[in-house]
């Protein structure tokens, strides 16, 4: 199974079937609390996110209780995850900016989201995705990894590059169930040091598994 319309397929068709309701990991209950979940997320684990932000929330429940904290006072909260203090100052002005800019509200679109401080594409299309619905794909690293290892993309050397070629490839409907389908296989299976490939359901259409592996699993499915 070479192509790739063919291995979107086979990935949907498993997922949908074992995956259906698939959510992502980080714990939030409104737009505003999944963009700063998302923003602390950035090169950092969730589960240590999601240790931080329930105090973080309770002491600044909305964007405009976030927009008065000095930087050091949102850094007692986040200090323990990754580059807390450029996260910090940038959770600050993304603040500031919401309620000076948007009145306070998360904006839904693309444009208005990247304007916001700390804001990139990625984080922008994880809350685009799961706070307001839209069909997006946030590309972090399992997702860059996962896409070249089977083989989904070419000639896509950027978080970008590859974005693109997934959206045009996976069925709209199902574009953002697939960025969790896709980042949790990375993050439990095809793990960036060692990928558990004797428990992957993909393996038959990996471009990069062991190719006594790939025929095996081929034969299995075929029978």
């Known amino acids: 199974m070479k192509k790739r319309k063919d291995k979107i397929k086979f990935i949907v068709d498993y997922f949908e079937e074992h995956q ?4 992502s990991e980080l714990q939030y209950t409104s ?5 700063v979940a998302t923003m602390l997320a950035a090169q950092c684990t969730d589960k240590r996110v999601n ?3 329930p105090a973080l929330f309770e002491a600044y429940p909305t964007p405009a209780a976030l927009s008065q904290a000095s930087v050091e006072e949102i850094l007692d909260f986040v200090k323990s995850v990754s580059y807390p203090n450029s996260k910090s100052a940038h959770l600050s002005a993304m603040a500031k900016m919401l309620v000076s800019e948007f009145g306070g509200e998360v904006p839904d679109t693309m444009t208005g989201l990247t304007r916001l401080p ?4 990625k984080t922008a299309n ?4 799961f706070a307001f619905g839209q069909a997006a794909m ?17 000639d896509a050397p950027t978080p970008d590059a590859v ?3 997934l ?5 709209r409907e199902v574009l953002s169930k697939a960025h969790h389908w896709l980042l949790l296989h990375g993050r439990y299976i095809c793990t960036a040091r060692k990928p558990h490939c004797n428990e992957c359901p993909l393996v038959a259409i990996c471009d990069s598994a062991p190719t006594e592996k790939r025929i095996h699993a081929s034969s299995s499915c075929s029978q």
């Open 118 to 121: 700390g804001v990139g594409n």
């Open 31 to 35: 737009a505003y609390q999944l963009l």
């Open 163 to 165: 974005e693109k070629q």
């Open 138 to 154: 946030p590309v972090d690293t399992h997702v860059f990894r996962v896409a070249h290892r089977l083989g989904l993309v070419k």
């Open 126 to 129: 994880v809350v685009l995705a």
């Open 51 to 53: 240790m931080v932000t």
């Open 167 to 171: 959206v045009a490839q996976f069925p």
């Open 20 to 23: 259906p309701n698939v959510q």
